[in-house]
């Protein structure tokens, strides 16, 4: 409270009762004077609150990694002259510069289960789309055998 606003609980002699109510969802302050006439003037919040955005979490569902993200689209609405062929989870880089507007690819969806995944070998495989490592075995004759070969060889989770 500031120091030129009155305490409510301070009556001044002229001001018989105070009264706070709301109408509408706004706030109204009604005083009595020594005349009984009442008077209604309405009460402008003036102090606003710093607004704070919560960013959606991203979770893997093979790892469990949990990070927050900034989009999830195919062009990344920060930084304008990059684009990708696939949608990303993308975050901004914490430790560069906001003026250098460099991001972070977390993750992208599976395309055969709709799972959320990251981009960890172990959980995901790029083959001109994103399939998460249990999909990516459970298929892995529909894959180039170079793929295959990738596919074998990395650790399962």
Same mark, same amino acid.
């Not at 706070?20 to 009442?38: C, G, I, L, V, Y």
């Not at 003036?46 to 919560?54: A, D, I």
């Not at 993308?90 to 055969?112: E, H, N, T, W, Y």
């Not at 075995?137 to 170079?146: A, D, E, G, L, Q």
């Given at each position: 409270?500031?120091?030129?606003?009155?305490?409510?609980?301070?009556?001044?002699?002229?001001?018989?009762?105070?009264?706070?109510?709301?109408?509408?969802?706004?706030?109204?302050?009604?005083?009595?004077?020594?005349? &009984?006439?009442?008077?209604?003037?309405?009460?402008?919040?003036?102090?606003?609150?710093?607004?704070?955005?919560?960013?959606?979490?991203?979770?893997?569902?093979?790892? &469990?990694?949990?990070?927050?993200?900034?989009?999830? &689209?195919?062009?990344?609405?920060? &930084?304008?002259?990059?684009?990708?062929?696939?949608?990303?989870?993308?975050?901004?880089?914490?430790?560069?510069?906001?003026?250098?507007?460099?991001?972070?690819?977390?993750?992208?969806?599976?395309?055969?289960?709709?799972?959320?995944?990251?981009?960890?070998?172990?959980?995901?495989?790029?083959?001109?789309?994103?399939?998460?490592?249990?999909?990516?075995?459970?298929?892995?004759?529909?894959?180039?055998?170079?793929?295959?070969?990738?596919?074998?060889?990395?650790?399962?989770?």
């Amino acid at each position: 409270m500031s120091v030129k606003q009155e305490h409510s609980l301070i009556v001044k002699p002229e001001t018989k009762l105070k009264i706070k109510k709301s109408k509408n969802d706004e706030d109204f302050e009604r005083t009595e004077t020594p005349d &009984n006439k009442a008077e209604e003037t309405k009460i402008v919040n003036t102090e606003t609150e710093p607004v704070v955005e919560e960013r959606p979490i991203f979770v893997c569902k093979n790892c &469990n990694l949990t990070e927050r993200y900034d989009c999830f &689209n195919n062009h990344v609405s920060f &930084n304008r002259k990059v684009g990708t062929k696939v949608d990303y989870y993308l975050a901004r880089d914490p430790f560069s510069p906001r003026s250098k507007r460099q991001f972070l690819i977390l993750g992208s969806v599976c395309s055969m289960c709709d799972n959320d995944i990251c981009v960890k070998p172990e959980c995901s495989i790029f083959y001109s789309k994103f399939f998460c490592s249990i999909c990516a075995r459970k298929y892995i004759s529909n894959f180039p055998t170079s793929i295959q070969e990738k596919i074998k060889t990395t650790k399962i989770i």
